[in-house]
């Protein structure tokens, strides 16, 4: 069968500007180049998410109902008779809630898993659900090995891909410098959930004995939004710290671009595109070593601090901010991990195989 008479779901919870929806941007423009039949269902409706750039790339977008307890059963009868109604060749799950119910009402399609994050992460629902419909997936595909072993090695294990950027000096690029006055960027991209746990980093960044340095947080209002901007408030670097909400893809890249330190401080991560993104640009990571980060990330390259050790991320980001030489080589180093273990397009010719082969 020819890419063209290939038809294929791609499922998500939502559509928001995250790491697994940046995923799914980013494959679903190579797919729909290569002449696939992309159709995306999505079941949380956002104001500013990727809606109108998968569209743009040519991908059928359509939002199939709500997952809250009053809309749920409607949802689920509309999902089985979208599925009852097309005829996909493949679906390509992206959540493990939506999963489940490909997997029970697919009419025995051939059904994709990608597993973004590590089953920690999941809630005890989530996890029995897995465990009692896996055996009904084609094929699960890991994001890292971390998150292979947390699932009791099941599946296959492909390392998320990005779209390697090239990026000229934009308006938006001298508008940050001219904004940072020369003090070193330290930057985290992610969503503002209580797993992201960016309160620590402001903590750690309170900490530092540089105080020619700038805070910048890019993502989504999420759960820990109200605490995250307290604890904003309390610093006495406040005026250092910025939160600048959602960014398009565009401009996180213009930010990173300008950036020199990339952290995360998150409580359990699968694999995450943003770290990618980063380490492209040439930021270093210092990033707690959770779930598929020290997959990426090594001496080479980055430093790994101990989850929670919020007086060792500081003591590691204030040893870059003085020592030149380390920070020049593990920047040149970052740059070429992902171009030699995340390149999309070596990662699309993984999936076409997949998709032949299932």
Not at 33 to 44: A, N
Not at 69 to 89: D, M, S
Not at 112 to 134: A, D, F, M, Q
Not at 173 to 194: F, L, Y
Request: charged residues 20%.
């Amino acid at each position: 069968m020819n890419n063209s008479n290939l038809k294929i779901c791609i499922t998500t919870k939502t559509l928001q500007r995250g790491g697994a929806e940046t995923y799914i941007l980013t494959i679903t423009k190579e797919l729909v180049k290569l002449g696939y039949d992309i159709h995306i269902y999505y079941f949380e409706s956002h104001k500013d998410d990727y809606y109108n750039e998968l569209t743009k790339a040519g991908a059928y977008v359509e939002f199939i109902g709500k997952l809250s307890t009053t809309c749920l059963l409607k949802t689920v009868i509309n999902y089985y008779l979208k599925l009852k109604k097309e005829n996909f060749n493949i679906i390509f799950d992206n959540s493990p809630i939506i999963s489940c119910f490909s997997r029970l009402l697919g009419f025995k399609r051939k059904i994709i898993y990608l597993e973004h994050s590590v089953w920690e992460n999941y809630n005890s629902i989530t996890r029995l659900l897995n465990k009692l419909t896996y055996s009904l997936i084609s094929i699960v595909i890991c994001c890292s090995e971390q998150v292979y072993k947390s699932n009791g090695c099941r599946g296959i294990v492909l390392k998320n891909p990005i779209q390697i950027p090239n990026l000229d000096n934009s308006a938006i690029q001298k508008e940050i410098r001219n904004i940072s006055k020369g003090k070193k960027i330290i930057i985290n991209i992610a969503n503002t959930s209580t797993v992201k746990n960016q309160t620590h980093l402001i903590e750690a960044f309170n900490k530092l004995s540089n105080k020619d340095t700038l805070l910048i947080i890019i993502g989504d209002r999420r759960d820990n939004y109200v605490n995250l901007k307290n604890e904003i408030e309390k610093s006495y670097r406040k005026k250092d710290i910025f939160y600048l909400g959602p960014k398009s893809n565009t401009e996180v890249l213009q930010y990173l671009a300008c950036s020199h330190i990339f952290c995360l401080t998150s409580q359990y991560e699968g694999l995450p595109i943003s770290l990618l993104e980063a380490m492209s640009l040439g930021n270093v990571p210092v990033c707690y070593s959770v779930g598929g980060i020290p997959n990426v990330v090594n001496s080479t390259c980055g430093v790994l601090v101990p989850p929670y050790n919020i007086d060792i991320l500081a003591e590691e980001i204030d040893k870059l901010l003085i020592d030149d030489n380390t920070y020049e080589s593990m920047s040149k180093k970052a740059i070429l991990v992902i171009k030699m273990n995340h390149d999309i397009q070596k990662y699309i010719q993984s999936l076409q195989i997949i998709f032949q082969k299932i």
